[in-house]
């Protein structure tokens, strides 16, 4: 069986000088970060969503907060859960289509950084991940630089092993 989920994720970036950008499980330097409970990485936030629609399970932010409440802010955790969810139900990752919208950071100098640490997260190769951004021509709060909006899109097939 195939199954399909699309993932959504913004958020405005912050004045906290102490706090570090995170996207797609990297560390960015010399940006802002962005605002949030966690550490903000609208990129995981957006495929831990993607992958709970695709099997039709819970709300990522019901097991998020929780974890967040007990201290857990790193959001490579909260995607471990999502990636048990589709293991428990035989599923595995077809495809990934990851497009973010946002004036800064420039997204294609960290394309490649980005899809390596999201084939150990994901347990994919990297012809298996798509990454485009736009500028959003400054029409959105996004494209005027103000955060980042990221939408995902994801397959899952069965896993051939079981």
């Known amino acids: 069986m195939f199954r399909v989920g699309l993932g959504q994720d913004s958020h405005k970036f912050s004045g906290n000088p102490d706090k570090k950008l995170i996207l797609g499980g990297i560390e960015i330097e010399n940006e802002p970060s962005l605002e949030g409970n966690s550490d903000g ?6 495929i831990c969503r993607a992958l709970e629609q695709a099997i039709g399970g819970e709300s990522f932010s019901i097991y998020a907060d929780k974890m967040n409440q007990a201290g857990i802010n790193d959001s490579r955790e909260y995607l471990k859960v999502a990636m048990r969810h589709i293991k428990e139900r035989g599923y595995v990752i077809n495809n990934i289509g990851i497009s973010l ?13 980005m899809k390596e640490s999201l084939t150990k997260l994901l347990e994919i190769e990297k012809s298996q991940i798509g990454i485009n951004a736009t500028s959003g021509e400054k029409l959105t709060a996004f494209g005027k630089g103000e955060g980042i909006q990221v939408f995902v899109i994801i397959s899952l097939v069965k896993d051939e092993k079981n």
């Open 41 to 46: 990485d609208a990129v995981i936030h957006a």
């Open 101 to 113: 919208e946002c004036q800064r950071p420039k997204i294609i100098p960290l394309e490649e950084k």
